[in-house]
């Protein structure tokens, strides 16, 4: 079982800037891929960036350029960060952690964290 616990959302005027903060822990033998992924209501879940464990990047095309995806893997538990700037409107959304966790030699699965709101407002 995976637990991620995502912090950093709030309320921000358009052009301004907020840092998404998601903490992985356990009892896994390691976490692959994690990623940010967001929903609006009548949406589906979109991605908007995702990191593998050796730092490589894919952003969704409507964010290159204004969202930066990082990772550190230097303590027990594996946290990404979501560096959002130039903040439009159409940023609102609900934001969601998801990390792939390989959890024996057999078996990987997916989890998600509880989700934190992200408003732009004009």
């Known amino acids: 079982q995976v637990q991620l616990v995502e912090s950093g959302g709030g309320l921000v005027q358009a052009g301004g800037s907020l840092r998404l903060s998601c903490a992985a822990s356990?009892?896994?033998?390691?976490?692959?891929?994690m990623g940010w992924y967001r929903q609006v209501p009548g949406n589906q879940r979109e991605l908007v960036a995702d990191i593998s464990s050796v730092g490589r990047t894919n952003y969704a095309d409507s964010v290159k350029g204004r969202f930066t995806i990082s990772r550190d893997n230097a303590n027990a538990f594996n946290t990404i960060y979501l560096q959002m700037n130039s903040l439009k409107l159409e940023d609102t959304a609900v934001y969601y952690c998801?990390?792939?966790?390989?959890?024996?030699?057999?078996?990987?699965?997916?989890?998600w964290g509880q989700g934190t709101q992200v408003t732009v407002s004009s």
């Open positions: 998801r990390a792939h966790a390989i959890i024996d030699r057999f078996r990987s699965d997916f989890y």
């Open positions: 356990g009892s896994i033998l390691s976490i692959s891929i």
